[in-house]
């Protein structure tokens, strides 16, 4: 009778995701090994569920039946991201976050599961910053990604002057670099471009020659046409005096024909650079969606917040209309994991949005971003309500919560409600900050 209890608990109480998670994390009639990453870790599954999500592993386990395939060596995906690639099979729900996003859609190639490469790229599209998008870039480059790649580099061409002062830029292809200073729509000042490009070359000569004793020429060398693409006649004069004509890049009768350039004195046809002006320093702007942090908490975070299955919950209004994006939820303090449900309703009753959530421990972070599958559209006056009901050890939790955020041209007001059992309100508990994409006048 304890047997049967035992047996069938879980599987009357949960869902048909739930199930399959049980049966994958207690290795329940597993009948393949997955030999992962450079260690050789075990994973175990079923061959009838991965054959029945992927065509990869259909065609693996069903083509040739003479071999067993009982253990499958997979060197080049990690432990942890083979782990999180699985769980989307068996639940099709997982975690994505910053440092393993690149190598789930690397997986996620290699197995063709088209919907999980969706989710990671719906996640990049989401995070690009000025600060991030050349990164970015390059990984997505790499991948063939010409979708993201393409969007990276109209990011560029909006944000020029801050994406190319980003650590990044140095690490891509000069492919990309070319792409990127060739555009007409490039919205940065001449001056950041050969900034920009001297960084770039200063780098690649590093790698080449594995210290800083380079020259000139060298750099011109590394630049090679990239050079004659930078338009230094649409530096001002004194721009010009104070930054490039102080370099040895360019020789001396290059230096005269550009000064002629700025002075009037050469006309296009005699200028050895382009002269032509780039349209997007001198549109109007337009007005873009921004994404924006909404932080609940003027105090670092605290530590010891138990998570005991009793509900957490805050309530918002936005004074404009915005996107939802996401909500950072503090992370385990020790080794171990939270897991539960995250919703956003809209009033207290009415669910926009719902997922299962699970948080590891990591020693370098206090929170992470719960990125929603699709955006949810949320109005000014409207009461919203985040939700959260989790289970596991100890969090950061934030104190001096503020009633009132502002952020760009909106303002977020956040107030405690009933529904919330766990102390989460106003003042302090959980979500550390939400993420909100305003929405531009002309859509």
Partial sequence: MTTHT????WQNQRSFEETNLQMLQNEV???????????KQEIKAHKFLLASRSQMFYSMFCSSPAETHDAIQVPDIEHEVMKTILRYIYTEDCEINTDSVMAILLGAKKYKLSRLEEKCRTFLTNRLTADNVC????????????ELEQKCLSFIMERGDDALNADGLTALPKTAIRKIIT????????????????????????????????SSADLRNQLGDLLHLIRFPLMTFETFASSASKDDILTADEKVSIFNCIANKSTSSDCKFSMKKRTGIFKIPAVKEERLIIKRFLNAPSREWMYNGLPDSISFKVSVKAKFLGVSLFSPINAGKIKGILKLQQGTTDILYEKNIEINYSPTKISEEVILDNNVDIVPGQLY?????????????????QTTVSA????????????????????????????????????
């Fill in 6 to 9: 035992l047996t069938t608990a």
């Fill in 183 to 214: 555009s007409d729509n490039l919205q940065a000042e001449e001056s950041t471009v050969y900034g920009a490009c001297k960084r770039w070359a200063v780098e690649k000569c590093r790698q080449e020659t594995g210290s800083a004793d380079f």
């Fill in 385 to 401: 309500t985040l939700y959260t009901k989790l289970t596991g050890g100890y969090t950061y939790y934030g104190t001096g919560g």
């Fill in 408 to 443: 760009g041209n909106i303002d977020v007001s956040f107030a405690g409600n009933d529904f919330s059992l766990n102390g989460t309100d106003s003042t302090e508990g959980q979500f550390n900050y939400i993420i909100l994409k305003t929405v531009s006048k002309d859509r």
């Fill in 135 to 146: 990164t970015i870039l390059k990984n997505v480059h790499d991948l063939e990604e010409k």
């Fill in 29 to 39: 009639l597993c009948d393949v090994t997955f030999l992962v990453g450079s260690n």
